[in-house]
Each structure stands twice: as C-alpha cells, then as structure tokens.
C-alpha cells in the first residue's frame, strides 16, 4: 500500500503562488507515474497535471498551462506543484495520485491512479 501525504495548500490572493508538495511512501518511487487532480465546490474532479516516472515527461490541463509546473524528486520520494499567477477559478481541493507502471497516454484518466492522498485546500480570493 502506498501513502501520499499532501502538504502547501492554504488562502491567498489572486496573481499569488503556491507550491504545493506530495510525499510518497512507496518503494521504488520511481515505479510511479504522479499526478495532480482537483475538485471544485459542485465540480466534478479534474485533471491538471502528470510527471512521468522518469520525470522526462509532463502534461497539463489547458487552463493551467503556462502559470503551473509540475516536477519530481525520485531519490525523496515527492512531487511538486509550482502554481503561480493563481485566480479564483483555481480554488479547489487539490489531490495527488499515483499510477504504477501504467502507460503514459492514460495520464490523464483518474480511473488508472491506484493511490490517492487525502487532498489539501486552495483557496484563492480576488
């Protein structure tokens, strides 16, 4: 069983940044490809970003494109979510995931994440 431990969340202003972080407790991590979902209030959950088990590869949604940056520490087992430029609409309750040994071209499909963590909230006001 893996365990992913979110951290980084909090309220801030619009144009702010945050970086939020996802501690992961499986072995080898590299096995994992991550991944970042959302959930507005009354929204369904959303994709908004993978990293490849290497880290060579990412992915965005299109409205986070530009203003968020995903990464990867293999040897501390953690991933990273830079966001900068926040606005209202990214208020959600941000989810890290993880996939093991699972084919790139369903990143962006929640179904194929077999670990979740708990969520952390961001909350952005104008």
């Known amino acids: 069983q893996v365990q992913l431990v979110e951290s980084g969340g909090g309220l801030l202003q619009a144009g702010g940044s945050l970086r939020l972080s996802c501690a992961a407790s499986?072995?080898?991590?590299?096995?994992?490809?991550m991944a970042w979902f959302r959930q507005a209030p009354g929204k369904v959950r959303e994709f908004v970003t993978a990293?490849?088990?290497?880290?060579?590869?990412?992915d965005y949604a299109d409205s986070v494109k530009g203003r968020f940056t995903i990464s990867r520490d293999n040897p501390k087992s953690t991933v990273y979510l830079q966001m900068n430029n926040l606005n209202t609409e990214d208020t959600a309750v941000y989810y890290c995931a993880a996939a093991r040994l699972k084919p790139w071209d369903r990143r962006d499909n929640q179904y194929q994440y077999d670990y979740w963590g708990q969520g952390t909230q961001v909350t952005v006001s104008s």
């Open positions: 499986a072995r080898p991590f590299s096995d994992l490809t």
């Open positions: 990293i490849s088990r290497s880290g060579g590869r990412t």
